[in-house]
């Protein structure tokens, strides 16, 4: 058991330097679009580079009929947020890409209040009650401490790779997901949110 979670460990911190974190040790390289293969990053201000691809290939997949918790015993129902558009982001506190993206999706949360709605959802499998402190502690006020410690919802989403950012429409229908780190303050991803909420 302790060498099986050494060796998840060890893939883990492989793929980070590769721009995401990879949820399964046994796979190979992350897939990569043109730009980010070619070596295109941007630097989001955290010191970390982030770099990661736009895939359109799950479009109009619906979104997944999976239950969310708080570590306060707070429940919520994806599909119940149907009626605008949603932004998921998938994350963890031990990712550091991850860490970087959450103040930019904070103001995007703030800055798009009423248009958007931002739901970040902790992969944390362990120390869940730490999710919501990691958040408060960073002045992160409209992120909520969601919580998915089964990985129900990114089994539910095939997503292997932390951060994945999926936005779905009102309907909501998949749209796009970006695997990987992002600068959510960039011009490109500007246009992409907007494809949400026009």
Excluded: H
Aim: charged share 25%; hydrophobic share 40%; aromatic share 4%.
């Amino acid at each position: 058991m302790l060498l099986s979670r050494s060796l998840k460990s060890m893939a883990l911190g492989i793929a980070l330097i590769a721009g995401g974190c990879d949820r399964q040790s046994d796979d190979g390289a992350q897939p990569r679009d043109a730009a980010a293969a070619a070596g295109a990053q941007s630097d989001a201000g955290g010191g970390e580079a982030l770099s990661g691809m736009l895939d359109r290939s799950q479009a109009g997949k619906e979104i997944p009929d999976v239950t969310l918790g708080d570590a306060a015993g707070n429940r919520l129902a994806l599909r119940s947020l149907k009626g605008g558009p949603l932004l998921v982001n998938l994350w963890a506190t031990w990712c550091a890409p991850c860490v970087v993206e959450l103040p930019m999706l904070d103001r995007i949360a703030r800055a798009m209040d009423g248009k958007l709605k931002v739901l970040t959802v902790s992969q944390d499998m362990t120390d869940t009650g730490k999710v919501a402190p990691f958040l408060t502690g960073r002045k992160l006020d409209r992120l909520e401490p969601w919580l998915d410690p089964k990985s129900d919802l990114t089994a539910a989403l095939g997503a292997q790779t932390l951060p994945t950012t999926i936005l779905f429409d009102e309907e909501g229908r998949e749209i796009w997901r970006y695997v990987g780190g992002n600068d959510w303050t960039s011009e490109q991803s500007r246009k992409l949110l907007d494809e949400g909420t026009n």
